[in-house]
């Protein structure tokens, strides 16, 4: 699908292009080159991504956490937007799991910066 919206965004100048999971059963540099399109595609266009690979949230320039809470019947969704702090807690859960240590607080600080240096290269 990525692939797909990259070429028909070339001709269709559609604004906004939204990724639901579009890294499903990938990792690795295969993760990391599907961030980089879609950072390249950002470019020109905003868009919107739903993922759980740290190598994909971030090269993202701006990062929400998104969790669902149930009330008895009802569900409710929260959207939290992350300040630089957050992101990077965020990015040690997604690396870690249910334990951030400070390694992986260093890890994801890391992987920020480093996105972080690759984004401005490619402008």
Same mark, same amino acid.
């Given at each position: /699908?990525?692939?797909?919206k990259s070429i028909f965004s070339r001709v269709d100048r559609?604004?906004? !292009?939204?990724?639901? @999971?579009?890294?499903? +059963?990938? =990792?690795?540099?295969?993760?990391?080159?599907?961030?980089?399109?879609?950072?390249? !595609? =950002?470019?020109?266009? *905003?868009v919107f991504s739903i993922t759980h690979l740290p190598q994909?949230?971030? /090269?993202?320039?701006? #990062?929400?956490?998104? #969790?669902?809470?149930?009330?008895?019947?009802?569900?409710?969704?929260?959207?939290?937007?992350? =300040?630089?702090?957050?992101?990077? #807690?965020? !990015?040690?859960?997604? !690396? +870690?799991?249910? @334990?951030?240590?400070?390694?992986?607080? *260093?890890?994801a600080q890391e992987m920020l910066d480093l996105a972080n240096?690759?984004?401005?290269? /490619?402008?």
């Open positions: /699908m990525l692939a797909l559609i604004p906004v !292009l939204v990724f639901d @999971e579009v890294d499903t +059963g990938v =990792s690795g540099r295969a993760a990391q080159a599907i961030a980089e399109k879609m950072s390249r !595609l =950002s470019r020109g266009r *905003q994909v949230a971030c /090269m993202a320039d701006v #990062h929400y956490l998104i #969790h669902k809470t149930t009330d008895g019947d009802r569900t409710y969704t929260n959207v939290e937007a992350l =300040s630089d702090t957050g992101r990077i #807690h965020e !990015l040690a859960r997604m !690396l +870690g799991g249910v @334990e951030v240590t400070d390694k992986t607080l *260093q890890h240096d690759k984004k401005a290269r /490619m402008d």
